[in-house]
T-cell receptor, first 113, second 113 residues
Framework: GENVEQHPSTLSVQEGDSAVIKCTYS??????FPWYKQELGKRPQLIID?????GEKKDQRIAVTLNKTAKHFSLHITETQPEDSAVYFC????????????FGTGTRLKVLA | SAVISQKPSRDICQRGTSLTIQCQVD?????MFWYRQQPGQSLTLIAT?????????ESGFVIDKFPISRPNLTFSTLTVSNMSPEDSSIYLC??????????FGPGTRLLVL
């Protein structure tokens, strides 16, 4: 069935450094790839997304890249700050059968001050 | 975006009882989803709530255990029936906006004793 793999499961970086989280999806028909940030005790919040007709999208310190051929997409956070510490989830849309999202297993990012 | 509310925000229930969770969104949406999130885990889709027809359940989830209602385009309920301690989790509804972006409700934290 459809699957999204996410790596790493945990990531610690020094404040000011960059962080990269990678996801691989299995459904070649997937065409929408959102990223969510979840702080402790809070709901997942959409932080950036990308559709299959573009290869890269940037929003201030956050960027997402997509390689449809390899079925990879990545989240890049530059100049990390302590408030970036959270769990990040990638997701991929699934269009076969019922439309839905498949979520990755999550990455716990810790930004060390 | 969409403003989504859930009730109750948390509850403690006795095994064998049932709890109904409500999800309300401030605008009409075509798609509403129900997820479960175990502590420290990713988001698992329970079902898609379809307006005017039966919900579409994911593998491992059945209507008798998780009956869902969707009476209109702004409201849905999920019932967790005949609860056991294994049902202790966070239950989240989400909606897909006409812009094809998915947003989450604040979640319902359920503890079954």
């Amino acid at each position: 069935g459809e699957n999204v793999e996410q790596h790493p499961s945990t990531l610690s970086v020094q404040e000011g450094d960059s962080a990269v989280i990678k996801c691989t999806y299995s459904d070649s028909a997937s065409n929408y790839f959102p990223w969510y940030k979840q702080e402790l005790g809070k709901r997942p919040q959409l932080i950036i997304d990308i559709r299959s007709n573009v290869g890269e999208k940037k929003d201030q310190r956050i960027a997402v890249t997509l390689n449809k051929t390899a079925k990879h997409f990545s989240l890049h956070i530059t100049e990390t700050q302590p408030e970036d510490s959270a769990v990040y989830f990638c997701a991929a849309s699934v269009t076969s059968g019922t439309y839905k999202y498949i979520f990755g297993t999550g990455t716990r990012l810790k930004v060390l001050a | 975006s969409a403003v989504i509310s859930q009730k109750p925000s948390r509850d403690i229930c006795q095994r064998g009882t049932s709890l109904t969770i409500q999800c309300q969104v401030d605008s009409q949406v075509t798609m509403m989803f129900w997820y479960r999130q175990q502590p420290g885990q990713s988001l698992t889709l329970i079902a898609t709530a379809n307006q005017g027809s039966e919900a579409t359940y994911e593998s491992g989830f059945v209507i008798d255990k998780f009956p869902i209602s969707r009476p209109n385009l702004t409201f849905s309920t999920l019932t967790v029936s005949n609860m056991s301690p294994e049902d202790s989790s966070i239950y989240l509804c989400s909606v897909e906006t006409p812009q094809e972006t998915q947003y989450f409700g604040p979640g319902t934290r359920l503890l079954v004793l």
